[in-house]
Each structure stands twice: as structure tokens, then as C-alpha cells.
T-cell receptor
Framework: AQSVTQLGSHVSVSEGALVLLRCNYS??????LFWYVQYPNQGLQLLLK??????LVKGINGFEAEFKKSETSFHLTKPSAHMSDAAEYFC?????????FGKGTRLSVIA | GAGVSQSPSNKVTEKGKDVELRCDPI?????LYWYRQRLGQGLEFLIY????????KSGLPSDRFSAERTGESVSTLTIQRTQQEDSAVYLC???????????FGDGTRLSIL
């Protein structure tokens, strides 16, 4: 069985500051891991995915995430936040089953 | 279009009426999923189809909710005798395989008066 925990339902950063959104997972099989972003009034859009290749995964819009097996983590980072990054972010995990989503983290960017 | 399409985009109806929501998945995607998202909340899994069979219906909140899928194509989610607590955005997603990334539609925003 798989599960995901996203630490912090709301994160607020200043424009230009580092973005760090935390995700820890639990999986009984080698996991596939995903980050999605949801802008207001839209569906979810895939940001990046880890599928057992490189542990550092680069996604769209300057985001990246690092798979750390020893820490069972897949945290999402971006060096410099833009106002347009304000959105809801969801981490998800799958093994040989459909994706299991975390509860989401709302990112606010302050000018 | 190449993406997941949902219709209607918005639906307002009176309490007690039945509603039908439609999802057109990406062509070739065998897996299809329905989620509910209440205002300011995360995703609530409803049901998953592999082809036209539903291996996992565990998320359907009550017997007022049902879903069907025709082959590896269109799916409809039906809510009978709607209640105010059914107000939410209903999201549909599809994927090539169950462990692969899901591609989402923009959702149907359902409001029960």
C-alpha cells in the first residue's frame, strides 16, 4: 500500500525566495513519485515525475525534486519564487496501483 | 482536442434533482478516474475504471453516486437526488496505465441550491 504526507497545508514565501514544499511517502514496492500543480479553477497539471531513473528530477517552470530513499522523501524546490507560482501543489505516489495523492500544499507568494 | 474533456464546466441544480457529468479521456488511455474536490480541500478519490470495468469503487460516498464507462472511452458520473453537500468540483483524469501519470480535465463545478 502507498501513502503520502505533505507537511504544511499552507506555505508562504517572498518573491525571489527559495520554495520548498515537503513530501514524504510510504510504499511497499519501489515507488513512482509525482508532483502536480493546480491553478485556480483548473484541473491538475503534472510538474514532474520520478520513475527510478535519476534521483534529481527537473520539471516545468523551474521546479525540481529529489528522491531520497533513505528519508522516504520527494521534496519540491525552486530557487526563486515568482508571483505566478502561487497555486496548490499535490504530491502523489504509485507502485503498481493507481496514484495516491497527498492533501495538498497551498503556496502563496508575497511581493 | 488532445486533453481530457469534461462537460458541463458548470452545473447549477436544485436539491433533489439528478445530475450527470461527462468525461472524455485522452484517446488510448485505458485507465480513468473520478475525484471530488470540495472548496479549499484536496482530492477525494471516487472511482477508478480499467477499460470499462471498475476494480475500485471504494470512494463512492453513497448509493446515490454511480458511474459507468463505455469501452475505453467516455465515462459518466451520475448523482441522484442531489444534496447540498454534493456541491464541489468533480475532476476526471485518465492515464495510459494505472501506475502512470494521470492527465486531468478542468473539472465540472457543481452547485446544489
Amino acid at each position: 500500500a502507498q501513502s503520502v504526507t505533505q507537511l504544511g497545508s499552507h506555505v508562504s514565501v517572498s518573491e525571489g525566495a527559495l520554495v520548498l514544499l515537503r513530501c514524504n511517502y510510504s510504499s511497499s514496492v519501489p515507488p513512482y513519485l509525482f508532483w502536480y500543480v493546480q491553478y485556480p479553477n483548473q484541473g491538475l497539471q503534472l510538474l514532474l515525475k520520478y520513475t527510478s531513473a535519476a534521483t534529481l528530477v527537473k520539471g516545468i517552470n523551474g521546479f525540481e525534486a529529489e528522491f531520497k530513499k533513505s528519508e522516504t522523501s520527494f521534496h519540491l524546490t525552486k530557487p526563486s519564487a515568482h508571483m505566478s507560482d502561487a497555486a496548490e501543489y499535490f504530491c502523489a505516489v504509485s507502485g503498481n496501483t493507481p496514484l495516491v495523492f497527498g492533501k495538498g500544499t497551498r503556496l502563496s507568494v508575497i511581493a | 482536442g488532445a486533453g481530457v474533456s469534461q462537460s458541463p464546466s458548470n452545473k447549477v441544480t436544485e436539491k433533489g434533482k439528478d445530475v450527470e457529468l461527462r468525461c472524455d479521456p485522452i484517446s488510448g488511455h485505458t485507465a480513468l478516474y473520478w475525484y471530488r474536490q470540495r472548496l479549499g480541500q484536496g482530492l477525494e478519490f471516487l472511482i477508478y475504471f480499467q477499460g470499462n470495468s471498475a476494480p475500485d469503487k471504494s470512494g463512492l460516498p453513497s448509493d446515490r453516486f454511480s458511474a459507468e464507462r463505455t469501452g475505453e472511452s467516455v465515462s459518466t458520473l451520475t448523482i441522484q437526488r442531489t444534496q447540498q453537500e454534493d456541491s464541489a468540483v468533480y475532476l476526471c483524469a485518465s492515464s495510459y496505465r494505472q501506475d502512470q501519470p494521470q492527465h486531468f480535465g478542468d473539472g465540472t463545478r457543481l452547485s446544489i441550491l
